[in-house]
């Protein structure tokens, strides 16, 4: 056992490696995103700042942190400014209960691969998603822009829609793995490999068809991106803010992205396993022992950034009508198919 | 640590509540409720009920909250006016508060007798504990609640549907 300063050392250091990645990550997924929607649209993408644009992020940083900061007169103050710190905070919040590898790796006892282990990880982190559409509808409603106020109702009205979708679609997962904790979901993943992932063996592919689905319109991203259809809206909730504040709503996105990644690969993917399982033995090294759960992760992580962007460069935008129909009238019933589905299978096959 | 968290979010919740009557327009109400519904949650989770709080969160202050704001922000409505109601409203509101928190501490005092009682830091009462109790025990209970609330939904849709228009 650690002490208790250790402890709080120890998880004071994992914060601050975890956010710094996050945010790292963020920047070159915003960067990830211009090259590969560059390329879809058969143009180069960000290619003049460093070798290749790998330098644009920083030069991005640069810009929007100098850029003057402005504050519209007729704005409800507390809460113009609130809004993003919200919405920020929300989006960086919930990567606290995602473990990144296997918890047998420890320190003294405590573990190295996740900031917080708990055993409602999995509720916490649809907490946190629903408490995130007030850092939007705030930012709408308080911008007192007509704009604004309209991406934001669209923004809370398709969140509230799209997150029961989400909630039930993990309900088949939760019954595979008995537990709402992270860690245990993936330890059922981890058997056999890719067998025994739960969107390959577990039969749990339709599950995963609907969180992707309703996680991209939780996200405000494309083909779900109505909140700030900027033929319609400018700008949607964003119209009014600019210089940090807009990029903390930017950070936000993408670190919800990330987030979102991260989720869908602990609970189809089966998190850091090996797709292998046991055909190739684990490395003696202690080190490589350790990284090599971390690479699967990210590729993991990386695939569902990559499709996300590819998403957004293929589906055009859906109409309010048809969004709000598909998620009531497809979704939701489909999720809930899963559910009879996969209870069946588990009381008939224990 | 307990004693000292829950001496905190109490007093988060307390302030949220008074807030709550003090704001005159209603989009600070909302929020102060949110602050409210969240540290109740926190005073959930001292007394080891984790998944009520988490249930706290997501159904109180994530959804039931959303739809308070999405109302608001909806029909843009403005700082509340004083009319000849609020008068009222303050004459009997005030004893009215008295009698109904007299009513629900005496059956929660009542009750404490034959249900028994947590006390901070106790075991954390897990999901499967909790489940088992819902769909074994209180099996029937459970189930006649939720034909209620379904009830509930399929009156308030029958009274919103515009008549004559079908």
Same mark, same amino acid.
């Given at each position: 056992m650690i002490l208790w300063w250790q402890f709080a050392l120890l998880s004071i250091l994992k914060v601050a490696v975890v956010t710094v990645i996050l945010l790292t990550a963020v920047a070159y997924t915003v960067l990830l995103e211009r090259k590969l929607v560059g390329r879809i649209q058969n143009r180069w993408g960000p290619?003049?700042?460093?070798p290749f644009g790998l330098l644009q992020p920083l030069a991005d940083g640069i810009k929007l942190f100098l850029k003057e900061d402005m504050i519209p007169t007729g704005v409800y103050k507390p809460l113009y400014l609130a809004a993003p710190l919200i919405a920020l905070g929300c989006a960086l919040l919930?990567?606290?209960?995602?473990?990144?590898? !296997?918890? &047998?790796?420890?320190?003294h006892g405590a573990k190295l691969f996740e900031i917080a282990d708990l055993n409602i990880g999995l509720l916490v982190i649809l907490g946190v998603t629903s408490i995130s559409v007030y850092g939007i509808a705030l930012a709408g409603w308080s911008s007192n822009n007509k704009y604004s106020l309209l991406g934001s109702l669209r923004a809370s009205a398709q969140m509230i829609s799209y997150e029961l979708a989400l909630g039930l679609s993990l309900v088949g997962v939760v019954l595979r793995a008995q537990s709402l904790s992270l860690a245990e979901i993936v330890k059922v993943q981890s058997v056999h490999g890719i067998l025994s992932w739960n969107v390959f063996g577990g039969g749990q592919f339709l599950a995963f068809f609907i969180y992707l689905t309703a996680a991209y319109a939780e996200t405000n991203r494309? !083909?779900? &991106?109505l909140p700030e259809a900027e033929t319609e809206?400018?700008?949607?909730?964003?119209?009014e803010y600019s210089s940090m504040k807009f990029a903390m709503f930017f950070m936000a996105e993408y670190a919800n992205m990330i987030t979102v990644g991260c989720v869908a690969t602990l609970l189809f993917l089966g998190g850091w396993t090996s797709p292998f399982g046991d055909l190739i033995p684990p490395p003696q090294n202690i080190i490589i022992h350790a990284f090599v759960p971390i690479f699967w992760f990210v590729a993991k992580v990386f695939f569902f950034l990559f499709l996300y962007i590819w998403v957004r460069g293929t589906v055009p935008r859906f109409r309010y009508d048809q969004l709000m129909g598909y998620g009531w009238k497809y979704l939701v019933p489909a999720a809930m198919v899963n559910i009879v589905g996969t209870s069946l299978v588990m009381a008939v096959f224990p | 640590m307990h004693l000292a968290l829950f001496l905190i979010f109490a007093a988060f919740c307390l302030a949220g509540a008074i807030n709550l009557l003090l704001q005159t327009h209603p989009i600070n109400s909302a929020l102060s409720l949110i602050v409210v519904m969240s540290s109740l949650a926190v005073l959930y989770l001292l007394l080891g009920a984790e998944f009520l709080a988490a249930a706290q969160i997501i159904?109180?202050?994530?959804?039931v909250m959303v739809l308070f704001t999405f109302v608001v922000m909806l029909l843009n409505v403005g700082e509340e006016e004083k009319t000849h109601g609020s008068k009222v409203a303050k004459l009997i509101g005030f004893p009215a508060a008295v009698v109904i928190l007299g009513v629900i501490a005496t059956i929660i005092i009542e009750a404490q007798k034959h249900l028994g009682r947590v006390a901070l830091g106790d075991q954390v009462t897990t999901t499967q504990d909790l489940s088992r109790v819902l769909f074994h025990e209180l099996l029937l209970p459970f189930e006649v609640t939720s034909v209620l609330i379904l009830i509930a939904i399929l009156g308030a849709v029958a009274l919103a549907r515009k008549e004559g228009h079908s």
């Open positions: 290619s003049r700042v460093g919930s990567i606290a209960v995602v473990p990144f590898g !296997p918890s &047998d790796i420890t320190w494309a !083909p779900f &991106d809206l400018t700008g949607g909730y964003h119209t | 159904v109180y202050a994530g959804a």
